[in-house]
């Protein structure tokens, strides 16, 4: 049994760098087609279990309620942070000495493999991806509203979500992203895998391809409705 306890643990910290020198979490949780229950829902129980990534998009529409699920869950870590420290303004002061051993070491013992309690932001991996390709401006603009929709300052990584608009479009758009990151709005950016069959440098314009993050496999779980009940998936991003 501990075995496969620290194999799954492994699994879900596993981090694989990234060609810009990033890391990015290989297991992580995806929104896609989640109503918006469903994604504060699953945003949040998959932050308790372990989970340090999530993946949104501005297309899936659901952006606003995985900000707010990260957020909360950030904001109510704190509580359980002083309970492991010992503060005195706990409910330990109302349990037996071998009471407050035995909650303190299980919950030592959860932050240790979850990690689920006191994380700061830049430990929890948050991915999103541009909706439409249109112009350098609006691509912009389009990312500081999934910005401000999902509360948060930056993105770990912001991606390209489609081919649509032609060749100078997506260069365009493309040198727009290579700029949000030189601003510190996003931390790495790329492309879905549509890239592939442009070739990178000619879809994108050789001057600005040493920006690929070049993002590995990466191991997502979509959940059902049911609590604790997720099934596994695959994505893939691309190589420069």
């Not at 409910?91 to 071998?98: A, D, F, I, W």
């Not at 510190?184 to 440098?201: E, Q």
């Not at 059902?224 to 893939?236: D, E, H, I, L, M």
Request: aromatic share 8%.
């Amino acid at each position: 049994m501990s075995g496969h306890v620290t194999e799954l643990i492994f699994t879900v910290y596993a981090d694989q760098q990234l060609h810009d020198g990033t890391e990015i979490p290989q297991f992580g949780l995806g929104v896609y087609e989640m109503s918006d229950q469903e994604t504060y829902d699953s945003v949040k129980w998959a932050l308790e279990a372990g989970y340090r990534h999530i993946d949104t998009a501005e297309w899936y529409e659901n952006e606003k309620e995985c900000g707010r699920a990260l957020n909360e869950w950030l904001s109510e870590s704190s509580a359980t942070s002083s309970l492991v420290s010992g503060d005195d303004s706990t409910p330990s002061r109302l349990m037996t000495p071998r009471t407050v051993a035995v909650v303190r070491s299980s919950t030592r013992a959860i932050c240790s493999c979850a990690e689920s309690t006191g994380t700061p932001r830049d430990q929890v991996y948050l991915t999103s991806k541009l909706r439409d390709n249109r112009t350098y401006d609006r691509a912009l603009t389009d990312l500081r509203k999934s910005l401000k929709r999902a509360q948060v300052e930056y993105f770990d990584l912001y991606l390209m979500h489609s081919a649509i608009g032609g060749p100078q479009v997506r260069k365009d758009v493309w040198r727009a992203l290579v700029d949000a990151k030189q601003q510190g709005l996003v931390k790495s950016i790329g492309v879905r895998p549509f890239l592939a069959a442009y070739h990178g440098t000619q879809a994108l314009g050789a001057e600005h391809c040493r920006y690929l993050t070049g993002a590995p496999n990466i191991f997502k779980s979509s959940w059902t409705t049911a609590r604790n009940c997720p099934s596994s998936t695959r994505s893939t991003s691309i190589r420069s």
